[in-house]
């Protein structure tokens, strides 16, 4: 089993920047390949950003392609999402999930979730 926690949301201006971090539980958290995911209202879930359990390979959506980076801190079981120039468009829960062991960009093949942040970027 694996609990993750989200931190960091918030409001913040366009073109502002932002990190928002998932902290888990367990002993394997390197293991697991982690992703975050976006929902806006009246939206489906999307896919944002994952990463491999040592942190050597990265994926993105489209998107947020040069503006966001994700990262992780296995010392801490904790993996980030720092957003920059941020867009209202980006105004969504932000949420962090876990699956292992290989990186995957569908929401239904994560097995754990986090309860979400709310981001909000105001035009």
């Known amino acids: 089993q694996v609990q993750l926690v989200e931190s960091g949301g918030g409001l913040v201006q366009a073109g502002g920047s932002l990190r928002v971090s998932c902290a888990a539980s367990?002993?394997?958290?390197?293991?697991?390949?982690m992703g975050w995911f976006r929902q806006a209202p009246g939206k489906e879930r999307e896919f944002v950003a994952a990463?491999?359990?040592?942190?050597?390979?990265?994926h993105y959506t489209d998107s947020v392609k040069g503006r966001f980076t994700i990262s992780r801190d296995n010392a801490k079981n904790t993996v980030y999402l720092q957003m920059n120039s941020l867009k209202p468009e980006d105004t969504a829960v932000y949420y962090c999930?876990?699956?292992?062991?290989?990186?995957?960009?569908?929401?239904?093949?994560?097995?754990?979730w986090g309860q979400g942040t709310q981001v909000t970027v105001s035009s």
């Open positions: 999930a876990a699956r292992s062991p290989i990186v995957r960009a569908t929401a239904g093949e994560y097995d754990y």
């Open positions: 990463i491999s359990g040592s942190g050597g390979i990265t």
């Open positions: 367990g002993r394997t958290f390197s293991s697991y390949a």
